[in-house]
């Protein structure tokens, strides 16, 4: 693979989360990394201080958005957003696993009648959950087993993709083949702040690993220079990329 193939392809590894609570900053850092980021993430904190306007406005200058409102709900309902969601230009969505194989085939089902059809993925386990937390909520087996059993039942359901930690990409290309779209958060390049997340991976680990799309927030988002930071980790992706190829 040629290095300047490597580094265009890498641009689409990439969302940045625009986790922030205004307009201003969003589109404050919209510009600082329009150029060099193709995709971003509008997740709740800044959906709900801005609506669908941001959505829109972001698609209309050019960038994939990926819109993780992690629907969760009867199979109905979750139908009916999947629908909503899709006409703001949104490219990815999210569904909670936990909802079953019902209410992911509604969303499934939803998707596929639409003209410009949006991808769902397929949220798992939360990166901030570990087995301790799991146990809280009843669940008595690991972080990997139990994002394996929801990863089959959504792959299963319709499901084109899945938001899973890096700890279990590994294990779901090797249970679910190429054709899945694993997209990874709790990214942190060595040395950053952990922050809330528990189960975390470098760039580069992470690719090396399988993911097909990293999402960064903080490490990009609060840094100094967030263009400089972000084409940092576009290059320890690109890195990645050629070393699997070899």
Known sequence: MRVDATASIAKDRLVVALDVPTVAQARELAAQLRGNCRWVKVGLELYLATGNAMVEELAAQGFSVFLDLKFHDIPNTVAGAVRSAALMG????????AGGPAMLSAAAEAAAALPNAPRLLAVTVLTS??????????????AADQVLRLARMAIASGIQGLVCSAEEVRLLRQ???????????????AGAAVGDQKRIATPADAIR????????????????????AAQSILDEIASAMLSNSM
Do not use: F, N, W, Y
């Open 90 to 97: 949104a490219s990815l969505l999210t569904v909670h696993a």
């Open 129 to 142: 959950m570990d087995r301790t937390h799991l146990a809280a909520i009843g669940i008595e087996i690991s």
């Open 175 to 189: 249970e679910l083949g190429e054709g899945a779209q694993l997209v990874v958060p709790g990214i942190r390049p």
């Open 209 to 228: 690993a399988g993911a097909s799309q990293l999402v960064v927030g903080r490490p990009i988002t609060q840094a100094a220079d967030p263009a400089k």
